[in-house]
RNA sequence: GGAGAGGUGGCCGAGCGGUCUAAGGCGCACGCCUGGAAAGCGUGUAUACCUCGAAAGGGUAUCGCGGGUUCGAAUCCCGCCUUCUCCGCCA
């Protein structure tokens, strides 16, 4: 969310910025700002109102205890057309209120300067990359077909159990997945992230928090009776740990990490997109958050995106890093890049990891705050975080990428943790 | 799920209709004292918003959250959340 301060001092560059995403904000930014003026304006004189009433009560009570009775009874009468008034003021400024946050949450965050213009997929731009992109020996069998092969993922069992999209992970393959959280931990806590053990559903003022709510309830599951979602990534109950705190800027950047499944609805889902691992309902994912200082959360994104660099090679996965364009920035980022990995049997690059910079934007409904070292005023922190890893699609793409003659060939690295080299 | 007792500043803790502008203590910061430190003494120590301003200042709100009663609410009433104790259920 962004601060009617900030929009109001800065209206023209606001506009233009978020014409980068494709979002046209001229309307609800000048309507923002009339309604603040004239919110302001009514605060004033309803707070100079309650200022003599406040007055006037404490005079009220002097009397009282002077014993000069009559008095304060006419003082009384007085005090009655004031309360009216403020009643009617007070009515007006929480309709102006709700009318205002309404229109704040509308605006997407403002694109950090580097973020290229652009609609869709197409715009991104890629960063780097990495791994050699070849024909895996051998056929090129999917990785659901591999998955049956093996016996390491039943999706039929999963229908049965739950429904599509809830993949039931069996002998090595739910091995796979324990090593893969194993590995991505350990590397996180090496990397200085703490690591924690979240909850898995969470109540509204959290998914507010982190820009799931309002708007985009969609892709959550909700839990009507008790009024909780199922998390759609651990960055919801990881961010929400600070909600509300002043910071001291010494104790920057806080490095957190937990590994969690994630609970996606996911709407529009179609087609081949969908087939297998590529895009599930339920799914693991280790995640790091930063709650960082605004002015050096740029250097933690780029420090968290060359420490997920890391983790993709030493999977030995070929990789690109997009930078994604304004159109493709999520609604809460201001500057994002997107993690694929290449499943060579698909022939599909596949996002694995998306790291962004939300800037001020969640920390300011979050209420997060920071503050120097002998100052006096907080400044809204910045909170950022990213995916290391999402495990499908990284599985997706050993299965694919690693198939051999003689059985899944094993990441080195996760060797250590699977206890075994080849899946057969 | 049932019964009872609580939720007050960074922390402990008093207050239970009007000098609450929230006592007192601890902690923290600064100053005095000291060769240096401790102790002692003094001063200060929440957040958000509004207004005017360079700053200082002034105003409003906040005693778990939301309503209500009252000229006036930390204090009274209603609803909710939450913590503790006991009972029930339970991995």
Request: hydrophobic share 40%; aromatic share 8%.
């Amino acid at each position: 969310m962004l601060t009617v301060k900030y929009i109001s001092r800065n209206r023209d560059s606001v506009v233009k910025l978020l014409s980068v995403r494709n979002f046209d904000a001229a309307g609800i930014v000048d309507e923002i700002i009339s309604v603040d003026s004239e919110k302001r304006d009514l605060q004033t004189r309803m707070e100079s109102l309650k200022a003599s009433l406040n007055s006037k009560s404490k005079e009220i009570g002097v009397l009282f205890r002077q014993g000069k009775t009559g008095e304060a009874q006419a003082a009384k009468e007085q005090t009655g057309i004031m309360k009216e008034e403020i009643k009617g003021l007070s009515a007006k400024l929480n309709e102006l209120e709700e009318r205002l946050a309404g229109l704040l949450v509308q605006l997407p965050n403002i694109p950090h300067e580097s973020v290229p213009a652009g609609e869709g997929a197409d715009d991104n731009v890629k960063v780097r990359g990495g791994g050699e992109v070849v024909k895996p020996a051998g056929e090129g069998v999917p990785h659901w077909d591999l998955a049956r092969k093996y016996d390491i993922i039943d999706f039929e069992l999963g229908n049965k159990i739950t429904g599509s999209g809830f993949p039931l992970y069996k002998g090595k393959g739910a091995l796979m997945q324990r090593a893969m959280i194993s590995f991505f931990l350990e590397e996180a806590i090496k990397a200085g992230y703490t690591e924690y053990a979240p909850p898995l559903m969470v109540n509204e003022d959290s998914g507010f928090g982190t820009g799931q709510l309002p708007d985009k309830e969609g892709q959550m599951y909700h839990v009507q009776e008790d009024n909780l979602f199922l998390i759609p990534t651990a960055e919801v109950p990881l961010t929400n740990i600070f909600r509300g705190d002043i910071i001291n800027s010494r104790d920057l950047p806080l490095k957190i990490t937990a590994y969690t499944p994630c609970f996606r609805r996911e709407a529009g889902s179609y087609g081949k997109d969908v087939r297998g691992l590529n895009r599930l309902h339920q799914f693991d994912k280790v995640e790091i958050v930063q709650i960082q200082h605004p002015d050096r959360s740029y250097e933690s994104l780029e420090e968290m995106t060359s420490y997920i660099e890391s983790l993709v090679k030493r999977l030995g996965l070929p990789y690109r890093i997009l930078l994604l364009c304004g159109g493709d920035t999520g609604f809460a980022a201001a500057k994002t890049y997107d993690f694929e990995v290449f499943a060579a049997a698909q022939e599909k690059w596949l996002e694995v990891s998306s790291v962004s910079n939300f800037g001020s934007f969640q920390a300011k409904r979050l209420k997060l705050r920071c503050r120097d070292e002998g100052e006096k005023k907080t400044m809204i922190a910045h909170t950022l975080n990213g995916s290391a890893l999402a495990l499908p699609r990284v599985l997706a793409a050993i299965l694919e990428n690693n198939q051999t003659p003689e059985g899944i060939r094993v990441p080195e690295a996760l060797v250590p943790y699977t206890g075994f080299e080849i899946i057969v």
